[in-house]
């Protein structure tokens, strides 16, 4: 089956770390760009960085120098970083598979997403 499966979510305070997982099952993600998008109540699915197969990076300015993507391909799993959580950050974290670029639309294969918390 493929699919892709987010985890790694939870509650942590501001200034905190959590690194999130996307597994790939069914396909081999290094052949694909892969996102990682988030979600708050009542807001657009936001667009945050992404890995493209050569292995270059790009980031959204709202989480540049505190989240750092990377792809473990023996894992066949992308890993997100977050440094310095804030409270803004806290939404559904979603990955997808596709096209590099911060827009949902490029993306064809999404998880279910996970929950981030960030509360004192």
């Known amino acids: 089956q493929v699919q892709l499966v987010e985890s790694g979510g939870g509650l942590v305070q501001p200034g905190g770390s959590l690194t999130l997982s996307c597994a790939a099952s069914?396909?081999?993600?290094?052949?694909?760009?892969i996102g990682w998008f988030r979600q708050a109540p009542g807001k657009s699915r936001e667009g945050l960085t992404w890995?493209?197969?050569?292995?270059?990076?790009y980031y959204a300015d709202s989480v540049k120098g505190r989240f750092t993507i990377n792809r473990d391909n023996d894992k066949n799993t992308v890993f997100l970083q977050m440094n310095n959580l804030k409270l803004e950050d806290t939404a559904f974290y979603y990955c997808?598979?596709?096209?590099?670029?911060?827009?949902?639309?490029?993306?064809?294969?999404w998880g279910q997403g996970t929950r981030v918390t960030v509360s004192s």
């Open positions: 997808a598979s596709g096209r590099p670029s911060l827009y949902p639309s490029t993306y064809n294969l």
């Open positions: 069914g396909f081999g993600l290094s052949s694909y760009a």
């Open positions: 890995i493209a197969s050569s292995g270059d990076t």
